[in-house]
């Protein structure tokens, strides 16, 4: 399996089963991620040697998810509905980008069984992401789940002005009915959020 990131992560991970396409797909035991160290102007080449290649599937990290959209053969509904992929893989010579964010993000919080009608303690979700629409499907999943707010992250590497952050958090308090906190972090996110813009975005009833 290849990996094509921004920045080296030095760690192996150990995979038994990969979600690919609603069903599960047996990879072994044990399997390395390839990594592949790139920059931006060099995605079209990369995925254009990746179609000639016999590959099982690729992970694509920040910022890239969004990037290589114009070069793969096709997008399943759930990249087409965040415009966001992390996971490439391959059908008769295809690549096709697929999203497995959203289902994780799920997963990972029922497989924790938490008791949410006997909670006795606040439940907030970290539903930020570079994409917008990615950030609302996180938000809403978060709220399926039962969480009590989503703690939202101003885009990252993305470099948005105040007005793209304002909009960005206001479309998502617009479609998603759960109280959300703004997380400004900006040496995480190369962006700061302005007490200009946290005035104007405290006038939405669900950022709190």
Do not use: C
């Not at 179609?51 to 910022?63: C, F, Q, R, Y």
């Not at 606040?122 to 969480?147: C, D, P, Q, R, V």
């Amino acid at each position: 399996m290849d990996d094509l990131i921004k920045q080296m992560i030095k760690s192996n991970l150990k995979i038994e089963r990969y979600l690919i396409k609603d069903f599960w797909l047996d990879l072994g035991d044990m399997q390395y991620y390839d990594k592949k160290l790139i920059n931006e102007g060099d995605i079209e080449g990369i995925i254009n040697e990746l179609k000639n290649d016999n590959i099982s599937g690729i992970n694509v990290t920040v910022p890239l998810k969004g990037l290589v959209i114009p070069f793969l053969n096709q997008l399943t509904s759930l990249a087409k509905e965040t415009n966001s992929v992390n996971t490439i893989y391959s059908v008769e010579g295809k690549l096709i980008g697929h999203n497995t964010d959203i289902a994780g993000f799920e997963l990972g919080i029922r497989h924790l069984k938490y008791n949410i009608k006997d909670k006795k303690v606040f439940i907030f979700a970290g539903t930020g992401a570079n994409s917008t629409k990615e950030a609302i499907y996180l938000s809403m999943a978060a709220k399926s789940a039962g969480a009590d707010a989503a703690l939202l992250v101003s885009p990252y590497y993305n470099k948005p002005p105040q007005e793209g952050i304002y909009y960005h958090h206001m479309k998502i308090a617009d479609e998603v009915d759960i109280p959300q906190i703004l997380y400004n972090v900006p040496s995480r996110t190369a962006s700061f959020i302005e007490p200009e813009t946290v005035l104007r975005l405290s006038s939405h009833k669900n950022i709190i």
